[in-house]
């Protein structure tokens, strides 16, 4: 999906049935009477050959107390500073109304690109209301009848442009990820470690785990405002939000995510959009902080969360949450340390750093972890020192030999980084069992100094030294044939 359009207006003028439209199902409830959306709904929409995520939002009320509409307004209102582009919807039946006018000046302010459209504008009768949205000051209006799918053609001529710059700034900001170390350049080439993040290409950071272990407030803390929406209740964040920010000279963007629970208890189809939210972010971070609840952590979504990271290749680092209330703090860190060895031996020597978002405290620790996992993430580990370092691990464990054959192991390289990944020249590599496989990984770990960072190691063969081998025998030439009759 290339940017998400959050679709706003007032209540009943048509965001839902226009939502329903654009993902071609009917996933969001449809009624004549105001006020039926109560929360932001995605979906994956289409309009041509454009592929973008839609979001249809509760409809704007002219109050901000904390009564139930009051939260609904500051919803939507998180949805417009989430969305990339945002669909403003006015009735072109009713006309222009007071909330019409207010809600244009906040989208004005708070929306960096805004479609304004005219919604059941079928008909003669609609002319009026049509002209007068020029009033609004957010640019000529699209006629639009989401009931009967007119008027589309003109919103995809304003969605086009727009998704053209959004595709290209998701590939400018996409991570470096499985770089060929013969494509790398500058210090990445020269094998002194990778190069530091800068203004133009930061540092990218995802904070997962499950919900209510106090993702928010640790980045609100880290970011020194109150700029996410932080409460007791889980759940609060809904959306995967990045955030720019310089954390003590680092220039990092980081991103909140939803929570994430176990499959069975997400039943909520906004909730499913959310987690699945939460996982792109995995994918487009280059460092993932698993944060856990000091009172309950390493429970089983904890695992699959840092699995899910390891497996995607991502630098990982464990944050334990809420160690402000803990009393005996040295006999649970040591419990923390022995359940993390034992329940993530695939993330051994991962820094582990203990935390409190409430105060503050804990979180140079964070910052040093969160750096000293990216640069073991861009390890480059010259050939010889690798070849070296093989024979040794041969030596003193040689490989197994299975079926009385034995598998040499001939030659290792490293081909990527960002996560290290290496291959291993060897006879009969399907033959070659796990077991060994791990003990190259773990030796690699720990004489290299790659504590943490996933390792990818493949064995690949390297052909049989007979030229001759497979060959079919070749058949007597006509020659030979006649000689042998006569």
């Known amino acids: 999906m290339s ?105 004005r302010k708070r929306a960096a690109h805004v479609i304004l459209a005219a919604n059941k504008a079928e008909g003669a009768a609609a002319d009026a209301g049509v002209l007068e949205a020029w009033s609004l000051g957010l640019g000529e209006p699209i006629r639009l009848s989401a009931e009967h799918g007119e008027g589309l053609n003109d919103l995809y001529a304003q969605l086009a442009p ?45 904070v997962v785990g499950r919900p209510n272990a106090g993702k928010s407030t640790l980045i609100n803390r880290i970011i020194g405002e109150d700029r996410l ?34 499959k069975a208890r997400v039943q909520e189809k906004l909730e499913k959009l959310s987690v699945s939210d939460g996982l792109r972010a995995v994918r487009f971070a280059e460092v993932v902080v698993v944060l856990l609840d000091a009172a309950t952590p390493f429970e089983q979504q904890d695992l699959r969360i840092a699995d899910l990271a390891e497996r995607e290749g991502r630098a990982v680092v464990i944050a334990v949450n809420k160690w402000d209330v803990e009393t005996d703090r040295q006999q649970k860190l040591r419990e923390l340390r022995e359940a993390f060895e034992r329940l993530l031996p695939q993330l051994r020597g991962a820094p582990l750093v203990t935390v409190s978002a409430r105060t503050g405290r804990g979180l140079d620790r964070l910052h040093a972890a969160i750096l000293r996992a990216y640069q073991v993430w861009n390890r480059r580990v ?57 003990y190259l990984v773990n030796g690699l770990r720990d004489d290299f100094d790659m504590p943490g960072t996933p390792i990818r190691l493949t064995m690949r063969g390297q052909g049989d030294r007979n030229p001759y081998k497979g060959r079919r025998k070749s058949q007597p030439s006509a020659l030979r044939k006649h000689l042998k009759k006569s």
């Open 162 to 206: 727009l998704a053209e710059q959004f595709a290209a700034r998701a590939e400018r900001e996409a991570p470096r990820t499985d770089v060929d170390i013969d494509g790398q350049d500058g210090d990445d080439a020269a094998g002194d470690g990778p190069a530091m993040p800068r203004p133009d290409k930061p540092l990218q950071v995802a």
């Open 229 to 262: 929406l932080t409460g007791p209740e889980a759940g609060i964040t809904r959306d995967a939000i990045s955030i720019r920010t310089d954390w003590d000279g680092v220039p990092m963007r980081i991103f909140d995510t939803a929570g994430m629970r176990k």
């Open 3 to 107: 940017f998400t359009l959050a679709i706003v207006g007032r209540p009943n003028v048509g965001k839902s049935t226009l939502f329903n439209r654009l993902v071609g199902k009917r996933l969001a409830l449809v009624d004549d009477r105001p006020g039926v959306t109560r929360d932001l709904r995605e979906g994956e929409a289409r309009l041509g050959d454009l592929r973008f995520t839609v979001i249809d939002t509760a409809g704007l009320e002219d109050v901000t107390d904390d009564s139930l509409q009051g939260r609904m307004r500051r919803l939507t209102e998180r949805a417009v500073d989430m969305a990339d582009i945002c669909l403003f919807l006015i009735d072109a039946r009713t006309g222009v109304t007071p909330s019409d006018e207010v809600f244009a000046d906040i989208l």
């Open 382 to 438: 010259p050939t010889a020192a690798l070849n070296r370092w093989l024979a040794g691990m041969v030596e003193a464990h040689p490989p197994p030999a299975p079926q009385g054959r034995r598998i040499r192991l001939r030659y290792m390289t490293q081909v990527k980084t960002r996560p290290p990944a290496f291959v291993v020249m060897c006879s009969h590599p399907d033959r070659m069992p796990a077991s060994y496989t791990r």
